[in-house]
């Protein structure tokens, strides 16, 4: 005579008790998680201690057209998992049907990107206001930001790679720079004509020092807290929201736009400092747009009805 699932699930949920020591909230999510699929597997005339790999891949696959994010399906299969292992155990069933089913996944946000037009502007208003005139203090910062975006949209650095550099980083005449990044591995990066301009005009208002960035705290440079505060000051002032633009924003911003200009993703992952070509990919759904516009525009076919 078989087992009642209610009873089946109670024993499992007894031992998570007992010998886990599993809260009182996990084990109410774990009883609703077991109860709804059981279920599910009632519908389609199979239990837990019969079900197959193929039934446990159909639960999964209704709860996602159920609307379930990739998050809470992982969480129930983690539960179903553990209830098969416990079945195993006690003997109730030979097979574990969910032992090389693979965990629902949660896709990578798409990082948020500002448009060319937009960078242009924050890049214009910087420049006014670097060439604005005022006080010497006020000229002084204006400038150090202009420098700052005009570098970050130019080299896609880290902020913490940008607000650290030294000025030995620079190199051959302010064409290239030398970017310390994660693990101490550096990189040598080349530097647009404009943003070449914009450093060496940049350096010599600085006193002698070690940064390229100087400033009075305890670390001797600009803090990256402070680059963002006066980075969504510009953005309000280019008409850009500012819970849109971050230094990291730019960052994104720098990769996308390389891509969708044809640059190609190795060189962008040497570009970041990216140690694994896997990080860069997640740019590659502007790849995934250029190649379909490419083939709307060119293919031979793509005007006929």
């Not at 696959?61 to 416990?86: N, T, V, Y």
Request: proline share 4%; with cysteine; net charge positive.
């Amino acid at each position: 005579m078989s087992i009642p699932e209610g009873h089946l699930i109670e024993a499992f949920l007894e031992m998570m008790s007992a010998e886990r020591g599993a809260a009182r909230n996990t084990i109410e999510a774990y009883r609703w998680d077991l109860g709804d699929y059981a279920g599910f597997l009632a519908g389609k005339a199979a239990r837990p201690t019969t079900a197959a790999r193929e039934q446990v891949v159909a639960y999964l696959a209704w709860l996602s057209a159920q609307g379930l994010s990739a998050s809470s399906s992982a969480r129930r299969l983690s539960a179903i998992r553990q209830f098969h292992k416990f079945l195993c155990a006690d003997n109730v069933r030979a097979d574990d049907p969910t032992r090389i089913i693979a965990s629902p996944r949660t896709r990578r946000a798409l990082p948020k990107v500002l448009s060319v037009a937009e960078v242009d502007r924050l890049l214009t208003t910087a420049e006014a206001a670097a060439n604005a005139g005022g006080s010497d203090e006020q000229q002084a910062a204006a400038l150090r930001l202009y420098v700052l975006l005009e570098l970050l949209y130019a080299t896609g650095m880290r902020v913490s790679e940008l607000v650290g550099l030294k000025r030995a980083a620079v190199m051959r005449d302010a064409s290239y720079l030398t970017i310390t990044g994660k693990g101490g591995r550096e990189r040598i990066v080349p530097v647009n004509d404009r943003t070449c301009d914009a450093i060496k005009a940049y350096v010599k208002t600085l006193p002698p020092g070690t940064w390229l960035f100087p400033a009075g705290g305890e670390e001797g440079h600009l803090s990256r807290q402070v680059f963002a505060r006066d980075l969504k000051g510009l953005a309000g002032r280019a008409g850009i929201g500012a819970d849109r633009v971050t230094p990291h924003v730019l960052r994104h911003a720098f990769a996308s736009h390389l891509l969708a200009g044809g640059a190609d993703l190795r060189v962008v992952q040497t570009l970041l400092g990216h140690a694994d070509i896997s990080t860069t990919q997640i740019y590659t759904h502007v790849l995934d747009e250029k190649l379909r516009t490419l083939v709307e525009t060119h293919h031979p076919l793509a005007d006929l009805d």
